[in-house]
Nanobody, 119 residues
Framework: QLQASGGGLVQAGGSLRLSCAASGTIFSISVMGWYRQAPGKQRELVATLSSGGSTNYADSVKGRFLISRDNPKNTVYLQMNSLKPEDTAVYYC???????????????WGQGTLVTVSS
């Protein structure tokens, strides 16, 4: 289970930090990431971070957002700086979780947290 937090209302140019923690008996987590869905639009990738440290960012957030993770806490973060009104969306975390050695990785979504950026 993934629990996301940290959304809210912020003015353009401001910052927010999102957190998402995976709970339960977990053996390992490979990729953790953030996606977002704006009203009337499809869900899109924001950023992902592999267990090995490889990152992938949407072009629209490069240089403004930073994804990080705390592996012992099974938590992923998204530091969002220089926010723009077009960043307004519901942000969802995602993680590929392995529950025991040798099992398949299972994808999970968090419940979503709303980020609203006012102009």
């Amino acid at each position: 289970q993934l629990q996301a937090s940290g959304g809210g209302l912020v003015q353009a140019g401001g910052s927010l930090r999102l957190s998402c923690a995976a709970s339960g008996t977990i053996f390992s987590i490979s990729v953790m990431g953030w996606y977002r869905q704006a009203p009337g639009k499809q869900r899109e990738l924001v950023a992902t971070l592999s267990s090995g440290g490889s990152t992938n960012y949407a072009d629209s957030v490069k240089g403004r957002f930073l994804i990080s993770r705390d592996n012992p806490k099974n938590t992923v973060y998204l530091q969002m700086n220089s926010l723009k009104p077009e960043d307004t969306a519901v942000y969802y975390c995602n993680a590929a979780i392995q529950y025991y050695r040798g099992s398949y990785y299972t994808g999970h979504w968090g419940q979503g947290t709303l980020v609203t950026v006012s102009s």
